[in-house]
T-cell receptor, first 113, second 115 residues
Framework: QKEVEQDPGPLSVPEGAIVSLNCTYS??????FMWYRQYSRKGPELLMYTYSSGNKEDGRFTAQVDKSSKYISLFIRDSQPSDSATYLCAMSEWSQGAQKLVFGQGTRLTINP | GAGVSQSPSNKVTEKGKDVELRCDPI?????LYWYRQSLGQGLEFLIYFQGNSAPDKSGLPSDRFSAERTGGSVSTLTIQRTQQEDSAVYLC?????????????FGEGSWLTVV
């Protein structure tokens, strides 16, 4: 079993829909929870970052962490065609002096105009 | 530079040849990471540097893979006797010492194709 599980999709929704992306994890030592967005043939860019359980909102994006269930989510409201990308969840723990990131497989999302 | 710089951006090589991939981290970032991303897959950790030393190289898939970092800056990932399964995007990231998860920045990657 992988440390981080993420449904690879693909996921296709109409413009304006609410998108829900999810990951589960097994390692209780994970402290930081991130969502990265990756456009085709580009490097991942940090989208959302949370430390504790609860919700964090940034514009149209909301990140949710439930440590008791080992489950994290990313919600995108009023989705736009420009949101079409691969979304990677990532979790980290301190290991030998630095953050060690463990990634999910990524969910490929398409927003249809 | 302003961001993490990687070269070459694209590399096509013949099976059995050696390749070198270069990463130039953000100035002042002491920690440097290499990840590999195969087609349609998530990122697989390869190795991590703190300064010039590599306290965690647990992700290197075989002894054909090696990496070094000099001057606490530029890092080179070397793959010897390349195989077709080595075809992937090799991503480099850097962060300041003790940086939290929100300070890790990735380069655009080196896209390696072994034919």
């Amino acid at each position: 079993q992988k440390e981080v599980e993420q449904d690879p999709g693909p996921l296709s929704v109409p413009e304006g829909a609410i998108v829900s992306l999810n990951c589960t994890y097994s390692n209780s030592a994970f402290q930081y929870f991130m969502w990265y967005r990756q456009y085709s043939r580009k490097g991942p860019e940090l989208l959302m970052y949370t430390y504790s359980s609860g919700n964090k909102e940034d514009g149209r994006f909301t990140a949710q962490v439930d440590k008791s269930s080992k489950y994290i989510s990313l919600f995108i409201r009023d989705s736009q065609p420009s949101d079409s990308a691969t979304y990677l969840c990532a979790m980290s723990e301190w290991s030998q002096g630095a953050q060690k990131l463990v990634f999910g497989q990524g969910t490929r999302l398409t927003i249809n105009p | 530079g302003a961001g993490v710089s990687q070269s070459p951006s694209n590399k096509v090589t013949e099976k059995g040849k050696d390749v070198e991939l270069r990463c130039d981290p953000i100035s002042g970032h002491t920690a440097l990471y290499w990840y590999r991303q195969s087609l349609g897959q998530g990122l697989e950790f390869l190795i991590y540097f703190q300064g010039n030393s590599a306290p965690d190289k647990s992700g290197l898939p075989s002894d054909r893979f090696s990496a070094e970092r000099t001057g606490g800056s530029v890092s080179t990932l070397t793959i010897q006797r390349t195989q077709q399964e080595d075809s992937a995007v090799y991503l480099c990231a850097s962060t300041p010492i003790g940086g939290a998860g929100n300070t890790i920045y990735f380069g655009e990657g080196s896209w390696l194709t072994v034919v």
